[in-house]
Each structure stands twice: as structure tokens, then as C-alpha cells.
């Protein structure tokens, strides 16, 4: 084959021909059928390379190419990347064109008034004007200044107003799901707070971008932080840093150290979080770590000497100011609404989470109609003042000015708070004694124990089921032993160091004997009773299942342990007291949960504690205040005292019917605000339960709650029970009965107790039920000691 023939086998086949044979060579002397022989055995050679090559692969083009090699070439990636690439800029520039700066802000940034009523539909209050002071840059000290660009943006006087990496990964997370994260600019954060709105959109963020961009390209550095730091919510009630530095440090924005500075840049990631005031240990330990962050960064970017950071210490903040208009218990008030808005707010996820939703709350706009009954609040007050306020004199006693008082009064058919007391004033004391968890329930705990054993249907250490009859030994000091026998390490001391001996449980719930309750956690399993706890409406999530908790040694508030009870004089059904009746908002739509929940523990079991507490008013701790109160009339009342160790809170959690109303007395020394202890406070040795407490809530719930109701128990347990007989314990126990049943009541303590702990005790009581008048003298139990044949 000649070159030319090769040249157009190639061009036929695509392939160079093959190179001349033997034969193909001898055949080669210029005649025609070898030119034509060769030309059809380079064709035939190409295309046999060609389909060996494609094998496999898919079906071959006239290349020789696979569908997928034709359709990926880097040609057709690269230009389908630019033409993708110029979609995203056309829209951008599309979305710029179309997106204009807000000549005003919006309607949250013109921060109106919130209204707060009744529940009769009178006013309560009414905020009034926004706590905020704009002040021009200029009278802001430059250093101060620069804390907040430490703090917030720290290439603020260098970037174009925003950082795409936060806001690409603000609008992923949004996405997905995940709520907000990612970074914003100072300028960000001012279009997103002055412009729009906090709302986690897509549409918002890209808003927030292209005004961000157009606002640094009009507007000055010294104009977008002006209007960041006089916008920003600070908490107290303050917007902007005039506002800030009178709330924190009583002072005027210009006179303002680098140091306080620091600290109200730092509020601004959590202003109710880190709130000095208010703060949690947690809370103290994460607004000091974020100071020391801002004024690190300063010094990183030179406007801070390194000499000078290190002289430098936390500047603590002064004591609140109450807001104008908020006095006596309407701050209060006003602020455990507020709180129950704002989480529910991040609850049906209208926020993301609790400080933008205080930053909603306190925008205004809202209408806010509370439970609060005009005529039982004012009663909670007077009462408070006649039993308690009225009694305490500094000026004789030193110890009076370190008393404070909580109160929270439920309808337990409803949930509402109806009445609520958090202090002398809300202008003397900024903290609503009525909500503060920080303080030991004690004694009020005692009842939550009962109720895990009669819910669990717990046994003794014998086997024996936990009842209102059942004898425990009430030694004070006794070492309490799981069920094994072994000592657990724990050997309480009841009050005043009073051994009991073999007592029932009624006895001891009358008395508050500690080491019956402690021994009894212990027999019901600790993660059990706080498993309860949990469902009555205690905060639970972080104690430990030890022994110690049954005394009451977590922290619980006077609304807490009210829905508790609430939840015991509701058959068990779980009441979550609220204080918002309703809630109206133009911007905002706002579903409230119903209070009244699931049933959380058995009717019996709830019914059976109710009747066991009727013995702590009628003939136990709480006797002197409430039973032989002059204004009780007759009325059914269940309650308990507590009394926590040094002396340094007293409770008195009661209730009717129709009726529950949980009482605190705190230790709080009024310089330093450190829990201290009560003794000799109003006159006496020592303030418990039933004193002080049990007065305030005898003044207030016999002046209220209506007379002639009575409990509907489903027990045959307790003392609101009369039993048809009941056993006397006598030192050395007879095995034959009298000929006539004893008349002695359930509820109290037997003359005399056995030298030993009885091996068999009652479980229950006879199901009969008797009337006043037997028509027939029951027979006496063969065994005085276990009248049910047990």
C-alpha cells in the first residue's frame, strides 16, 4: 500500500493502516486488484480496532467515543460552571437592583408600648415610653466604642459590611433546619434589628445581605455603629447604651470606663443570661470569660495597652433600678409574664431561642391579659403586710432586713395564677421572690416522697407496701440501709435532734420526722422519686438520685411547688400554672398550651397524700396557724411546712379545694444578697413553716376560697379517713383485743410505741366506711398489729 492509501485508510478509518504483510509486499507490483485488496483490509482492520476498543463501554460514536466521555468533557463542565456561575450574578444583581434601604425602621424598631391587664379585662399597666436615650457617637468615648467592635465585629472598620461565610452558613443551617448559627457584621446585626425583622428566613438573610452591602456604601462606619449600639437591647429593660449605663452603673454613656464597657459589649450575646443581677454561677462564670475576651481583642488590634488589660478588673454592676410605673407587685408581675411569653415564643419556634424572644417581648405591641384575680391579688398583699412586713423592724432586729418573702396562689382546676407575691416592692427588690429557684423546699419535699411510694407501689425493707399506716422507726440520727441491709452513709437528724421510735407514716408527715422520709426514698429508689418529682412539675434534670434530696435540698420556687400541689388536689392530673390568660400581637400569633396536662400519677395514689396532709394541719406542724385559725370556718385544708437546714427558708405549701397557695420565707442578706439564716427574725427563736408561712397563707386563703367544699377522695388512706377501727400501740402489744374498738384518730401519735419496730404492719385501712353513730360494734382483729390478717 502506497502512502497515499495509507493516508486515506486513515482518514476512512481514523487509524493508521496497518503495515504492509509478507504477502501484502509480494502482492505489491503496482496491479490493480492489490491496491483495491489493500484499501478493503485497512477498513475492515479500523473498524475491528474500533468495536474491540468500545466493548464494554457503551455504545461507540464515529470517534470511537463513549456516550459518557462525549457527554462529561471538561469543555461542557467548565462552561456549564460559568453559565451557572452568571445565573447566581444575574440574580444577585437582580435582588440589589430590587432591594432599597427602609427610609424607616420597622414597626419593632419604633418600640411600642406593652399592655398588661387583669383577668377581668382591667389595666394592670402599661409600660409606658421605651427605657432608651439615643445619644450621637461623639458622646460615647472612643475606647467604648471600640469594645463593642471587640466584642461583636473586629474588622468592622475594615469589611464591606458583611461576612458571606456567616451568612452562606446562616442560610445552609436554615435551611437544614438547624436554626440560627453563623457569624454576622455589626452592620448585619443593625439592618437585621433597626430594618427587618429576627425571623430565621431565607428571605431575610438574603435582605439583610444586599442592605448591609448598600449601607456600608451610603452610610459612615460612625453612622451604623451609632445606631447599633443605641438599638441593641441590653436587658433591665434598657435599649441603647444611654439607657444601658444608667441600668447597670448609674451613670451617663460618656462616663463610661473601658471596663464597663467591656461588660455591656459582653451583654449583648445574652442580656438576661448575663444579667449580674440575676446571673446564675454558670452565667457569672460565661459573662466574665466573654469581658476578658473583648478586652483581649482590643489589645490584639492595638487599642488597648497590654499593661493596662492587666491592671484592669471586673467591674461589677449596681443593684437594678425598676422601671417607671412598676412599683409595689406590678413589676413583678409584669416580668413573670414577660418570662412565660418570651419562652413560649421559642416553643412554637417563632424564636429561636430565649433572648430573641425577650428581644420580641420587649419590642412592644403587645396586649397581654394575665390570670391574676384583682380581688385575691390585693388580699395576697394585705395578708403579706398584716402577718409578716408589719412584724419586722430592722432598726430593733438587724436580722428583719434580711427577710424576704414569695408567694404564688393557683386554681388547681384551672392553672391559673390568680394571685402572686415577689416582694415588699419591686422597686426595693428587683428579684420576684415568688419564681426564684435558688432556695431549699425542705420539708414541702416530704409529700413528693409519698407520692413515688404510693405510685411505684413501693414496699418496705420487709415487704411490706408503703402506706399512710405504715410504721417506720423515726429515730433521729438512724442510719438509713438499702435493701440489702447495708448503710447507705446517711443518718439524718430530725428537728431538734427528736427521736420518735416506731411511728406511722402519718405521724411522721405530721411531725416532718427526716429519717422516716429518708429511710422511705431509699425503699422507693431515689431516680423513682425524682422521676416523680418531675412529673409534678418539679425541675429535676440535673440533680443526683441520692438520699440527701429528701430533705428538700434542691432549689424549688414558691409557683413551682404550688403547681406540684396543684397537681395533688387535682386527682394527679398535672397542673402547669400559668400566669398569661391571653396574648394579642399584630405581628405575632401566639397559641397558649392548655394547663391542665395528663394524668401523672394514679387518683389514689394523689388522693391518698391529700388526705395524709389533712393530719399536718389538723394535728401537726401547721395546727397553731391554720386548724385553729379563728377565720377557717370549716374549711377542708391539706398542706405542709418545711424548714431547711440553718434556718435560712420556711414553707408553708397548702390548700382547699378550690385553692392552692405555696408560701416562702428567704434568708437574704439585703447588702450582698447571700443566702443567710432567719433565726430570731420578727421575735422568734427560729421562723418555720408554720409560723410566718402558714399565717400569711391562713390571712390570705380563709379571706378567698370558698367555704362548705370538701375534698372527693378515692382512698381509704390518711387522716381526712376515719377508719372503722384502729389499732393502739402499747409497748408490749396483746394479743387479745379489748371487746370494744379504740376511738383514737389515724393522725395521732399513739401514747405509747414498742420498744422494737413491729415485723407486720397494716397496709390499709378497712374498706367500710363508718357514720358517725355505728349501728353495730365491730368486731376487733385477732392481731392488734395487723388488723388485716396480713
Not at 409584669?334 to 420580641?360: E, H, I, S, W
Not at 407520692?451 to 429515730?475: P, R, V
Not at 427574725?681 to 418555720?688: D, E, H
Amino acid at each position: 500500500m502506497g502512502r497515499a492509501e495509507e493516508r486515506r485508510a486513515r482518514q476512512r478509518g481514523g487509524r493508521r493502516a496497518a503495515p504492509p504483510t509478507r504477502s501484502s509486499g509480494m502482492e505489491s507490483s503496482g496491479t490493480e486488484p492489490t491496491v483495491i485488496g489493500g484499501r478493503a483490509a485497512a477498513r475492515r482492520a479500523a473498524q475491528g480496532r474500533g468495536k474491540n476498543k468500545g466493548k464494554g463501554k457503551g455504545k461507540a460514536g464515529k470517534d470511537g467515543r463513549s456516550f459518557i466521555r462525549r457527554l462529561f468533557t471538561w469543555k461542557k463542565i467548565l462552561g456549564t460552571f460559568f453559565a451557572l456561575c452568571l445565573l447566581g450574578m444575574g440574580a444577585f444583581v437582580a435582588l440589589y437592583m430590587m432591594i432599597t434601604v427602609p427610609e424607616v425602621g420597622n414597626g419593632d424598631a419604633t418600640l411600642q408600648s406593652n399592655v398588661y391587664k387583669y383577668s377581668d379585662g382591667t389595666m394592670l399597666t402599661r409600660d409606658g415610653e421605651k427605657n432608651r436615650e439615643i445619644v450621637d457617637l461623639s458622646k460615647v468615648p472612643k475606647p467604648v466604642q471600640r469594645t463593642f467592635v471587640a466584642a461583636e465585629n473586629k474588622t468592622f472598620y475594615k469589611d464591606n459590611g458583611v461576612d458571606l461565610k456567616g451568612t452562606a452558613r446562616g442560610i445552609l443551617n436554615t435551611l437544614s433546619g438547624k436554626g440560627a448559627q453563623g457569624g454576622s457584621t455589626i452592620t448585619q446585626q443593625y439592618v437585621k434589628n433597626y430594618y427587618l425583622t429576627q425571623n430565621q428566613t431565607v428571605t431575610r438573610k438574603l435582605k439583610e445581605l444586599v442592605i448591609s452591602l448598600k449601607l456600608d456604601r451610603t452610610k459612615s462606619k460612625d453612622f451604623i455603629l451609632a445606631g447599633y449600639i443605641n438599638t441593641s437591647y441590653y436587658g433591665r429593660g434598657a435599649y441603647g447604651i444611654q439607657a444601658a449605663a444608667q441600668a447597670y452603673y448609674h451613670v451617663d454613656a460618656q462616663k463610661l470606663s473601658v471596663q464597663q464597657g467591656a461588660y455591656l459589649a459582653a451583654l449583648l450575646q445574652a442580656p438576661n443570661q448575663y444579667d449580674w443581677a440575676i446571673a446564675s454561677d454558670t452565667g457569672k462564670r460565661m459573662v466574665k470569660a466573654r469581658w476578658n475576651y473583648v478586652l483581649d481583642n482590643m489589645v490584639e488590634e492595638d487599642w488597648l495597652n497590654k499593661a493596662e488589660r492587666d491592671a484592669m478588673t471586673f467591674p461589677t454592676p449596681k443593684a437594678p433600678k425598676a422601671a417607671p410605673g412598676m412599683g409595689g407587685q406590678t413589676g413583678y408581675l409584669v416580668d413573670a409574664a414577660n418570662n412565660q411569653l418570651a419562652k413560649r415564643l421559642v416553643t412554637q419556634g417563632t424564636a429561636d431561642n430565649f433572648n430573641d424572644a425577650m428581644n420580641m417581648v420587649k419590642a412592644g405591641g403587645w396586649t397581654i391579659t394575665l390570670n391574676i384575680d384583682k380581688k385575691k391579688q390585693a388580699a395576697l398583699e394585705k395578708a403579706a403586710k398584716a402577718q409578716l412586713t408589719s412584724k419586722l423592724d430592722p432598726k430593733k432586729r438587724s436580722v428583719d432586713a434580711d427577710v424576704q418573702a414569695g408567694a404564688a396562689s393557683v386554681n388547681p382546676k384551672t392553672g391559673a395564677v390568680v394571685a402572686m407575691y415577689g416582694g415588699k416592692d419591686y422597686y426595693k427588690h428587683f428579684r420576684n421572690n415568688a419564681t426564684r429557684t435558688d432556695y431549699q423546699p425542705a420539708s414541702t419535699f416530704k409529700p413528693v416522697i409519698l407520692a413515688a411510694a404510693l405510685d411505684e407501689a413501693a414496699e418496705t425493707q420487709s415487704g411490706k407496701a408503703i402506706g399512710a399506716n405504715t410504721i417506720y422507726d423515726g429515730t433521729s440520727k438512724r442510719q438509713v440501709v438499702d435493701s440489702n441491709g447495708n448503710k447507705v452513709g446517711f443518718a439524718p437528724e430530725n428537728e431538734d435532734d427528736q427521736s420518735y421510735g416506731p411511728i406511722t407514716v402519718q405521724t411522721a408527715m405530721n411531725q416532718s420526722v427526716n429519717s422516716v422520709f429518708a429511710q422511705m426514698g431509699v425503699d422507693v429508689g431515689m431516680d423513682k422519686v425524682l422521676k416523680v418529682a418531675s412529673q409534678l412539675g418539679m425541675d429535676t434534670a440535673d440533680l443526683k438520685a441520692v438520699p440527701a434530696q429528701t430533705l428538700g435540698t434542691m432549689g424549688a420556687s414558691p409557683l413551682q411547688m404550688a403547681g406540684v400541689y396543684a397537681t395533688l388536689d387535682n386527682h394527679g392530673k398535672q397542673v402547669t400554672p400559668s400566669i398569661i390568660k391571653s396574648v394579642e400581637n399584630s405581628r405575632h400569633s401566639v397559641t397558649l398550651p392548655n394547663p391542665i396536662g395528663a394524668q401523672v400519677i394514679s387518683p389514689e395514689a394523689a388522693d391518698t397524700v391529700t388526705s395524709v396532709l389533712t393530719g399536718v394541719v389538723d394535728d401537726g406542724t401547721a395546727k397553731q396557724s391554720v386548724q385553729e385559725n379563728a377565720n377557717r370556718d370549716g374549711r377542708k385544708v391539706a398542706g405542709k411546712t418545711g424548714t431547711s437546714d440553718e434556718n435560712r427558708s420556711a414553707w408553708f405549701t397548702g390548700f382547699t379545694p378550690d385553692l392552692v397557695t405555696s408560701v416562702g420565707l428567704f434568708g437574704e442578706n439585703h447588702k450582698n444578697f447571700a443566702q443567710v439564716s432567719m433565726y430570731h427574725a420578727g421575735g422568734l427563736p427560729r421562723v418555720n413553716g408554720g409560723t410566718f408561712p402558714a399565717r400569711i397563707w391562713a390571712a390570705y386563703t380563709f379571706g378567698v376560697s370558698k367555704t362548705g367544699l370538701k375534698f372527693e377522695l378515692d382512698t381509704t388512706q390518711g387522716a381526712a379517713v376515719q377508719p372503722t377501727w384502729t389499732p393502739t400501740v402499747t409497748q408490749t402489744p396483746s394479743r387479745t383485743p379489748s371487746s370494744s374498738p379504740t376511738t383514737q384518730k389515724p393522725s395521732e401519735t399513739p401514747s405509747q410505741t414498742p420498744s422494737q419496730t413491729p415485723t407486720q404492719t397494716p397496709t390499709q385501712t378497712p374498706t367500710q366506711t363508718p357514720t358517725q353513730t355505728p349501728t353495730q360494734t365491730p368486731t376487733p382483729p385477732a392481731d392488734p398489729l395487723d388488723p388485716n390478717g396480713q
